[in-house]
């Protein structure tokens, strides 16, 4: 996806052309085609409802659409220096989103859900991407791919200081854009860290306890549009 921070804590400053989501742009974006979008857009640059189609897998019509509802939220606009009167160019106008206002996802549940949602499917997308393109890579890059995870023992303190933390360290490090041209001569190339701090459900009877999942059969006519990673039917391209 993109530069997305889903729900992390408000601990360093936000950094440079980052938006804060409010309830207006929350809806916006509680949309996994929308946030792929302005994904692909903060990560490759410009383009046109027609290009990104095809990367997609949709209709022109239908990120034309999609385009239009994110330039009203204010998250992409037009290109004026491109294009022509047969073919709009549309660039993003953030480089990274930021939800941290639990007392919005309150008042905007669904909304929120359906955001963080997307942001999952982005997260998904990112790493199999990466792992489909793994054993084509120069072995340095090979040997940098990583996947770890901890179960940890927190207090929510202690889970939100250590993502505050994580966020600083990130931070120390050269933020990619679409505009880098360095690659080449410098030896840098895009990685995609992803942090996702998980409160495990409870399990067994009691408050709190997850509710039991019943055992539900895939519908194969379900709409493939409704999955932006089908390539029939769309966070991104980080």
């Not at 804060?20 to 916006?28: E, H, I, N, P, S």
């Not at 942090?195 to 009877?205: A, H």
Request: aromatic residues 4%; charged residues 20%; proline residues 10%.
């Amino acid at each position: 996806m993109t530069d997305e921070e889903a729900g992390l804590p408000a601990g360093p400053p936000r950094p440079e052309g980052a938006v804060v989501l409010d309830a207006k742009g929350l809806r916006a974006l509680a949309h996994p085609v929308r946030v792929q979008l302005v994904g692909l857009l903060r990560t490759h640059g410009p383009s046109t409802a027609t290009r990104l189609a095809e990367r997609m897998g949709l209709t022109s019509g239908a990120t034309s659409y999609h385009l239009r509802q994110l330039a009203a939220a204010g998250f992409v606009a037009e290109d004026t220096g491109r294009g022509n009167a047969r073919e709009r160019w549309w660039h993003a106008v953030h480089r990274s989103t930021w939800f941290t206002d639990m007392g919005l996802a309150d008042q905007e549940p669904e909304a929120a859900l359906g955001y963080l949602q997307s942001i999952v499917t982005a997260h998904t997308r990112t790493a199999q991407r990466a792992l489909g393109a793994l054993p084509a890579m120069p072995r340095p890059w090979r040997d940098v791919f990583d996947l770890n995870d901890w179960a940890l023992r927190l207090t929510p303190e202690e889970a939100t200081r250590l993502g505050a933390e994580l966020v600083e360290l990130v931070g120390r490090y050269r933020q990619a854009g679409p505009q880098d041209s360095t690659a080449e001569q410098d030896g840098t190339g895009r990685v995609s860290v992803i942090v996702q701090l998980l409160p495990e459900p409870t399990e067994g009877p009691g408050p709190g306890a997850a509710p039991a999942t019943p055992d539900v059969t895939p519908d194969a006519t379900a709409d493939p549009a409704a999955d932006p990673g089908t390539p029939a039917g769309p966070l991104e391209d980080r």
